[in-house]
């Protein structure tokens, strides 16, 4: 085995800043958001799946129809918007580089050991905080380790880490609404009626990655659920004319099928496998995921016992690690991992903002 200094970096696409400037005024949408949006969820068109476009403070731009619109075309607007998240925690429980794939397509369990030489394992699960520092760099609090790995002198083909599906964003987002004569405060939630203004904040509440409704069982908290239907009780999200520090806190997304899943929790078919599949990043392969129960080695049969995931790497280029490899490098990919989400308004066709949620970060791993 080799002792090899392990770091954490990071790679971070900054969307493209254009001039604009700040209003907050209050208005009406000419009609609700499905109709109004011309970028479907699905679209993966180049004018539809780049982030929304934002002026030069970074601020999102409320287009002529009251809409986001999209960075990489004017003429379409968006119901949900991509950006690099300000603090994005995670909890991580393994990884490993391998000599044989630790995806599995079929099988009850997963065997991610056999073939793998792990350079991280906490049953526990350790809890790592990603900070966007602003400037395109971010920084990683506490350390993964506190001490260098062992890695075989070998060629590795794919890669792993198993983490927590509970993903966990602190995020602000402020608006810039010069562009639309219909221009408006952003409407969110509150503790007991709507709340508005021009900076919107994640709250500690919980939702999940299809915005299914109900309360989750104990494996999961025994939360009540957001679905973000546009009515202040429902939003993950509260607005403001400046941040409030005392109700800003991490919101809570859990991913809880790879499938279709609709109405209540617990009730839709858990699809725990998400096949080999190109990322948007360059994290030089391809992804794949199983979700997994608190063993963290049987596949989740249902949402309740689905409480982890394994995150696996086909590397297009195996990585070979020689006597002269110093450094094993682990880079998380924040680009785009924070999704705010909005909606119409519950008995009008006012612009609502829903939530911020928490979307999988994406692994790179190199070493040198």
Excluded at 83 to 105: E, H, K, N, Q, W
Excluded at 143 to 155: E, F, H, P, Q
Excluded at 272 to 280: D, E, F, G, L, V
């Amino acid at each position: 085995m080799n002792k090899i200094i392990l770091t954490i970096t990071f790679f971070l696409s900054l969307c493209i800043s254009i001039p604009g400037f700040q209003s907050i005024s209050f208005a009406v949408l000419s009609d609700t958001v499905d109709e109004l949006k011309t970028c479907d969820d699905d679209d993966d068109t180049a004018a539809c799946n780049g982030v929304c476009q934002t002026n030069a403070s970074g601020h999102i731009v409320i287009g002529t129809n009251g809409l986001p619109v999209d960075a990489d075309s004017t003429s379409n607007y968006r119901d949900s918007c991509n950006m690099i998240p300000d603090f994005y925690r995670v909890t991580l429980y393994s990884g490993g580089l391998c000599t044989a794939d630790p995806y599995s397509a079929s099988g009850a369990t997963v065997d991610y050991t056999t073939n793998c030489d792990l350079f991280f394992s906490d049953a526990s699960g350790k809890v790592i905080t990603l900070t966007h520092n602003g400037d395109g760099t971010a920084t990683a609090s506490p350390s993964l380790t506190d001490a260098g790995v062992n890695l075989g002198i070998k060629t590795y083909t794919h890669a792993y880490m198993i983490m927590s599906n509970h993903l966990q964003i602190k995020h602000s987002t402020t608006f810039d609404f010069s562009g639309t004569s219909t221009a408006a405060k952003m409407q969110g939630g509150g503790a007991s009626a709507e709340s508005e203004g021009v900076v919107c904040w994640t709250t500690d509440s919980t939702s999940t990655f299809s915005n299914l409704d109900g309360t989750t069982g104990a494996n999961h908290g025994s939360v009540a659920l957001r679905v973000g239907d546009g009515t202040f009780g429902e939003a993950s999200t509260q607005c403001g004319d400046t941040l409030n520090a005392s109700t800003h806190a991490y919101a809570t997304e859990i991913i809880e099928s790879f499938g279709d899943a609709n109405g209540d929790w617990n009730v839709s078919t858990v699809v725990p496998r998400m096949a080999y599949q190109a990322s948007n990043l360059d994290i030089g392969g391809t992804k794949a995921a199983i979700l997994l129960q608190s063993d963290l080695e049987t596949v989740a049969t249902t949402m309740e016992n689905g409480v982890a995931m394994l995150y696996a790497v086909n590397l297009t280029t195996p990585l070979a690690i020689t006597e002269d490899t110093t450094t094993f490098n682990i880079g998380f990919g924040l680009s785009g991992s924070v999704s705010v989400d909005f909606t119409t308004k519950n008995g009008s066709n006012e612009l609502y903002i829903t939530k911020h949620g928490a979307d999988p970060v994406d692994i790179k791993f190199t070493a040198e």
